[in-house]
Structures are given as structure tokens and as C-alpha cells.
Nanobody, 117 residues
Framework: QVELVESGGGLVQPGGSLKLSCAAS????????MAWYRQAPGKEREFVAG?????????GDSVGGRFIISRVNADGKNTVYLQMNMLRSEDTAVYYC?????????WGQGTRVTVST
């Protein structure tokens, strides 16, 4: 079983940056893909960025070129990061970490990001 805990959300001004972290625990050796999704008020959850075990990345159309996903597997830890740059008001959402392991989907509890003056 895998558990995910996100951190790093908060309030940031438009044009600013923020870095989210997601720490995986439990059966981390089973994790293949990890990703970030987000859900804005009144909207469906959408894909933001994903990274495979081998480091291949993929980005949603709305964040390409502004966000960077990375992943560290070391010392018994598996952590995925989302560096968010040039933030816009439309990036305001709850951001969820995702991990795929042995065909099972695991989600974190979410961390809120608010982009506003």
C-alpha cells in the first residue's frame, strides 16, 4: 500500500513561483508513474504533469513551459515535485498527487494553491 502526502501550497501573486512536494511512503518500490492533477472550483479534475519511473515527463496543455515535474528516488524515499513558475489566476486550484502502483491508483489529500493579488 502506498500513501501520499503533499505540501507546499499557499497564496502567491500572479507571475510568482511555488514548489509543491509529494512524499510517498509504504510500498514505494511498487510505484511506477507519478503525477500531479488539479481541481479548480466548479471544474473537473485535470491532468497537470506526470513522470514515469524512468524519468519521462508529460505536461498538460495549460501548463507546458511554465511547470516542471521532477522525481527523486533515493535512500528509501520517493518524492515528486512540481515547480510552478509564471503563475496565473487560472492556476488556482487544489493540487493532488497521484501514484500508480501495480494497477492501483493512489491519491494524496491535496494542497491548495491560490494565485491572487
Amino acid at each position: 500500500q502506498v500513501e501520499l502526502v503533499e505540501s507546499g501550497g499557499g497564496l502567491v501573486q500572479p507571475g510568482g513561483s511555488l514548489k509543491l512536494s509529494c512524499a510517498a511512503s509504504g510500498s514505494i518500490f511498487r510505484i511506477s508513474d507519478m503525477a500531479w492533477y488539479r481541481q479548480a472550483p466548479g471544474k473537473e479534475r485535470e491532468f497537470v504533469a506526470g513522470i514515469s519511473r524512468g524519468g519521462m515527463t508529460k505536461y498538460g496543455d495549460s501548463v507546458g513551459g511554465r511547470f516542471i515535474i521532477s522525481r527523486v528516488n533515493a535512500d528509501g524515499k520517493n518524492t515528486v515535485y512540481l515547480q510552478m513558475n509564471m503563475l496565473r489566476s487560472e492556476d488556482t486550484a487544489v493540487y493532488y498527487c497521484y501514484a500508480g502502483a501495480d494497477g492501483k491508483n493512489t491519491w494524496g489529500q491535496g494542497t491548495r494553491v491560490t494565485v491572487s493579488t
